[in-house]
């Protein structure tokens, strides 16, 4: 085949693969005429349920890894723990002074009708001061912190 014959023979293959792409674009663009809508009301056929099969596997046999066989596993009972219900103590925040040369901060807390005067890490009658400032401190008694709020 000649030089010539080669490059006619691929340019008219180009065209033709060219010329099905550019038809389907064409194609796709164009607007087919619509299928007129037919309302039909589906019917629904409802499936039988079967009751399926249930197993279960035993894995009684010898771990291959390990070459032991498995533990029997004992069931554990869990009971349920009642918790105590613990009380809200009565605490109220009035105030705070501090001096302006030392960090340190003194607060005015009333517990349970008590006043007392509170720094940070100060615990009296099972309360816990652990951080404060103007309009808030958090206590901590019984196990669990509570914010109380300036009144």
Do not use: C
């Not at 607007?31 to 079967?50: G, H, N, R, Y």
């Not at 035993?58 to 554990?76: C, N, V």
Request: without cysteine.
């Amino acid at each position: 085949m000649s030089k010539n014959l080669r490059t006619y023979l691929l340019l008219a293959l180009v065209l033709l693969i060219w010329g099905i792409i550019g038809f389907k674009v064409i194609h796709a663009i164009s607007k087919d005429p619509e299928m007129p809508m037919v309302a039909t009301q589906p019917t629904l056929i409802p499936k039988s349920t079967e009751k399926r099969d249930t197993f279960e596997l035993m894995a009684d046999y010898r771990d291959p890894f390990l070459g032991t066989l498995p533990l029997s596993k004992k069931k554990t009972v869990k009971r349920a723990v009642q918790k105590k219900p613990i009380s809200k103590r009565n605490i109220v925040y009035s105030g705070l002074v501090s001096q302006t040369g030392s960090g340190n901060t003194m607060y005015f807390v009333s517990i349970d009708g008590q006043q007392h005067i509170m720094s940070k890490n100060e615990e009296i009658n099972g309360v816990r001061l652990l951080k404060g400032n103007g309009q808030h401190i958090t206590v901590r008694y019984d196990g669990r912190s509570e914010t109380i709020v300036l009144q």
